[in-house]
């Protein structure tokens, strides 16, 4: 066929509508169908995804809050910061009861008011639902036990009544701490209060040391024993909840389906 091309407007058709008159070829030529072009797909260039702008860390105080936590002070936070909180109001209240001296009272109320803003940064951070990291808490207890210490040396070091304070200090890190944690940090507060004892205090009152010292080792016994009890019934609880949870979840998937009912047939 040849390549003319032709419009029904200025070519002459046969009748049936299969040929045309090809003037310049004097001839009649089949009417061939024009070739369809493949249509050009309409590809809008679609935009890539914008890639999510990487989450910037917190700064300032709530970079000390995260998720590195261990399971025993996840859920004795808690009794850490009231443990805290009964240790400075009660540490106020003897430090203005009865007052040595002006210097002594400054220290004092230096040393309880700075464990007062740890502390209160901490229950914030309860509050929030962000618990601080171990190494924090681990730290704040720390402070404890120096606060204690200091306000200890400066009123004389055995005959300090002060020295109580250790034992709300050791309650908390024993609820709250694991076992080996909970050993160091109570050596720590035996070796420390020992030695102080020892260089304050008369050879007649060693048995009255060796009593304070043996009753700070008691107290860290008991909670520590008391922490891991409750542990256990709390895995125990837990381990009940899931098998009642899978118990229901199979009989729910083991009851058969029902079927629809099939509709009587009418008769004519």
């Known amino acids: 066929m040849s390549a003319t091309q032709w419009s029904p407007a200025s070519h002459l058709i ?3 509508g299969k040929w045309y008159w090809d003037g310049a070829a004097q001839e009649w ?9 493949p249509a050009t797909p309409d590809v809008t260039p679609t935009k890539p995804p ?19 936590r261990s399971e025993d002070l996840a859920y004795g936070q808690t009794v850490l910061v009231w443990a805290r909180w009964i240790l400075i109001g009660t540490g106020l209240l003897l430090s203005f009861w009865t007052p040595k001296d002006l210097l002594t009272l400054q220290v004092q109320l230096a040393a309880i008011i700075a464990l007062a803003f740890g502390n209160f940064y901490l229950h914030v951070q309860l509050l929030r639902g962000h618990p601080a990291l171990d190494n924090v808490i681990y730290g704040a207890s720390l402070a404890d036990i120096g606060v204690v210490t200091a306000l200890v040396l400066v009123q004389g070091g055995y005959p300090s009544p002060v020295f109580i304070f250790y034992f709300a200090a050791i309650v908390g890190i024993s609820v709250a701490f694991p076992t080996q944690m909970t050993a160091g940090y109570t050596a720590l507060v035996v070796g420390i209060y020992g030695v102080i004892c020892l260089a304050t205090a008369t050879s007649d009152e060693y048995p ?16 520590n024993l008391f922490a891991r009890h409750e542990a256990q019934r709390r895995e125990v609880a837990i381990r009940i909840h899931d098998e009642l949870l899978d118990e229901i979840e199979q009989d729910a998937s083991s009851q ?10 009418k008769e004519a």
Do not use: W, Y
């Open 14 to 16: 046969s009748p049936d």
């Open 29 to 37: 030529k089949p009417i061939g169908k024009p070739v369809a072009q």
């Open 50 to 68: 914008p890639t999510p702008s990487p989450v910037q860390p917190m700064r300032g105080l709530s970079s000390f809050a995260g998720t590195i």
């Open 208 to 223: 009255a040391v060796f009593t304070r010292l043996l009753t700070i080792a008691a107290v860290a016994v008991c909670g």
């Open 256 to 265: 058969p389906e029902a079927q629809p009912a099939t509709p009587a047939s």
